[in-house]
């Protein structure tokens, strides 16, 4: 892991999470909100939220899907604040903590779901975050990512890989990661993929094949 792009990317959200929730608005309006609610309905036991944010999921677990806890973990202080303020929303008991997805503060084996949503274009390394996510999830658990990618339109593809570098200096997040191809490449196995909007925004159910 890099330390430095690590710090770089953590600023930026520093940075924004007071805006953040703002700037999610309309686009939580039309889509997000809808599709955080099928994401959350996959959860239950021990449940690891890695990349909370401001914590938009929070209020979206189920209380009746058997889930013990949902631990919701960032490596941005300023975002987790935000979140802070959204728990007594929550309807499943949540717990908060700063950590960083690529060295988790987790034994191995503990927990029964991880859920992401929006993540895995901003971790820094994403192949040794999706290892550190394998270690912690137990065998027989599920990851649900609902994770935008690149696309492999001829057009839409190489603009991405264009933009990128804007998008990353001035938002932290890559638009044109390759995360089936990092998922894989951490050594879990995709069950499904199923796209939810073009072939940028998907569903993903992993499991950590161990
Ligand atoms: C685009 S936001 C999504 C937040 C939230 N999941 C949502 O759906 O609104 C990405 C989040 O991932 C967090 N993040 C990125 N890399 C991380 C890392 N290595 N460890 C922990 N959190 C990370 C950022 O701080 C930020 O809160």
């Not at 192949?127 to 550190?132: A, I, N, Q, S």
Request: aromatic residues 6%; hydrophobic residues 40%; proline residues 6%.
């Amino acid at each position: 892991m890099n330390i430095s792009d690590t710090e770089v990317i953590k600023a930026k959200y520093n940075k924004k999470a007071s805006s953040y929730d703002m700037a999610l608005g309309p686009m939580e309006k039309m889509m997000m909100g809808k599709w955080r609610k099928i994401l959350c309905s996959r959860a239950n036991g021990l449940v690891l939220e890695a990349g909370v944010g401001t914590g938009a999921n929070l209020a979206h677990y189920p209380e009746d899907n058997n889930i013990e806890k949902v631990i919701g973990i960032d490596f941005s202080p300023k975002m987790l604040e935000v979140a802070k303020r959204k728990v007594s929303l929550a309807k499943v008991p949540v717990q908060l903590l700063e950590a960083d997805i690529q060295s988790l503060p987790f034994e191995d084996n503990i927990f029964d779901t991880i859920i992401t949503a929006c993540v895995f274009c901003s971790v820094p390394d994403p192949v040794l975050g999706f290892k550190e996510l394998r270690r912690v999830i137990k065998p027989n658990g599920s990851l649900f990512l609902l994770e935008h990618v690149r696309s492999e339109g001829i057009f839409l593809g190489p603009l991405m890989d264009r933009l990128n570098p804007l998008s990353v200096k001035f938002g932290g997040v890559n638009i044109n990661r390759r995360t089936e191809k990092n998922i894989k490449l951490s050594g879990m196995e995709i069950i499904s993929n199923d796209p939810l909007f073009k072939d940028i925004v998907k569903l993903l159910t992993v499991s950590p094949n161990k």
